[in-house]
C-alpha cells in the first residue's frame, strides 16, 4: 500500500531562492556546526541567512533567549530576503514562544518550512493554527554532518527542486480497519514527534482543534513506559475523536526492551476505532524521508 501526497503548487522552489533563512527555535548548532551547514548550503547554491542575536542567553539547553529566537523566527516568516525557512536543529525550546507567535495579526507570506522532532510544535501551529502546510524533514545539521543517508537527501532535493511533484510512501496496515480501505481520501496529515504531540493537549495549537484530520507520529530515545503514559493521555483526551487515520513512524533509540514496546503498541491499536498504518523510514533514523504536512493525501 502507498500513502500518496501532491506537493503543493505554491510551494518556493530552491532554484529560485539564492538565499535561506536558517533559524534555531530550540537548541543551537556549534560554530564548527555552523562551517559544516555553510558548506552544505553551498553545495546546493546556497547561502544561510542567520539572525544575530541581540539579548544574552541565560539557559545552555536554548539556542538563544525566547525573545530572540520569537524575533529570529517572525524575521524568517514575515521577511522578504527568502521564501524557505529551514530549522538547524531540534532539542527543546520551540513550545516555548508558539503562544507569543499566535498572537501576531500580520499575515505569513507564502514560505517553506522545514525541520522535525522539537520543531513539532511550530508545525503544528502553521498547519492547524494559521493552516499552512510545512515540510517534516531533517533537520540542517543532521544534512550537514552527514547523519541522513543520501536517497534521504535525495528525495528532500527532488522535493526542493520541484522535482518530486506526487510523493509516494510505502505503508502497511497494523488493524483489520486499514486491511479494508483502498483508495480513499484522507482528510491533512498533522503530528510529528509524539512527545510534542502530546504537550500540545490544551494548548491553542493542539492536534484536534480544527476538525477532522489524520496523525502522523514518531519518537526517539524514550522509556517503553512513557511511551505508553503518552497515548494513553492521547486517548483519555479523545484526541483521536476527529482522527480519521494514524500513521506510526519510527520509533528508535529505545533503551528498554523492544518486547514491552510491540506489546503497548499492540495493546493500543487494539483500542482503536480508526485504520493504522506502519510508515517506514520517517522519524530519527538515518533515512529520514521528508513528508508534506498539513495536506490531504491518498490512501493508495
Not at 57 to 68: A, K, M, R, Y
Request: proline share 3%.
Amino acid at each position: 500500500m502507498k500513502l500518496v501526497i501532491d506537493r503543493p503548487k505554491n510551494w518556493p522552489i530552491l532554484k529560485n531562492n539564492k538565499k535561506i533563512y536558517v533559524i534555531s527555535p530550540a537548541y543551537s548548532s556549534s560554530l564548527e556546526e555552523i562551517l559544516k551547514i555553510n558548506k552544505f548550503l553551498e553545495n546546493w547554491g546556497l547561502e544561510g541567512i542567520f539572525y544575530q542575536p541581540k539579548e544574552r542567553n541565560d539557559l545552555e539547553f536554548l539556542s538563544n533567549s525566547d525573545s530572540d529566537r520569537l524575533n529570529e523566527l517572525k524575521n524568517a516568516l514575515y521577511g522578504d530576503e527568502s521564501e524557505i525557512i529551514f530549522c538547524s536543529a531540534g532539542g527543546y525550546g520551540s513550545a516555548r514562544i508558539v503562544r507569543k507567535l499566535l498572537k501576531s495579526k500580520e499575515a505569513i507570506k507564502n514560505k517553506l518550512f522545514l525541520g522535525f522532532s522539537d520543531i513539532t510544535s511550530l508545525h503544528l501551529a502553521l498547519n492547524n493554527y494559521f493552516n499552512i502546510p510545512t515540510l517534516h524533514s531533517p533537520m540542517l545539521r543532521q544534512l550537514a554532518v552527514g547523519k541522513i543517508d543520501q536517497q534521504a537527501v535525495n528525495f528532500l532535493h527532488d522535493i526542493l527542486t520541484q522535482k518530486e511533484l506526487c510523493l509516494s510512501y510505502s505503508i502497511k496496515p497494523l488493524n483489520e480497519l486499514a486491511q479494508n480501505i483502498q483508495n480513499i481520501n484522507l482528510p491533512k496529515l498533522l503530528g510529528g514527534n509524539l512527545s510534542l504531540v502530546q504537550t500540545s493537549i490544551g494548548t491553542d495549537w493542539q492536534i484536534n482543534n480544527n476538525g477532522d484530520y489524520s496523525m502522523l507520529i514518531e519518537e526517539f530515545d524514550e522509556k517503553f513506559y512513557s511511551i505508553d503514559k503518552m497515548l494513553n493521555h492521547l486517548q483519555n483526551a479523545n484526541v483521536f475523536n476527529n482522527c480519521k487515520a494514524l500513521f506510526i513512524g519510527d520509533f528508535s533509540k529505545i533503551e528498554d526492551k523492544k518486547k514491552y514496546l510491540a506489546e503497548i503498541l499492540k495493546v493500543f491499536i487494539s483500542d482503536l476505532n480508526i485504520p493504522v498504518f506502519k510508515i517506514e523510514n520517517i522519524g530519527h533514523k538515518k533515512r529520514n524521508l521528508a513528508i508534506p504536512l498539513g495536506l490531504e493525501m491518498i490512501l493508495q
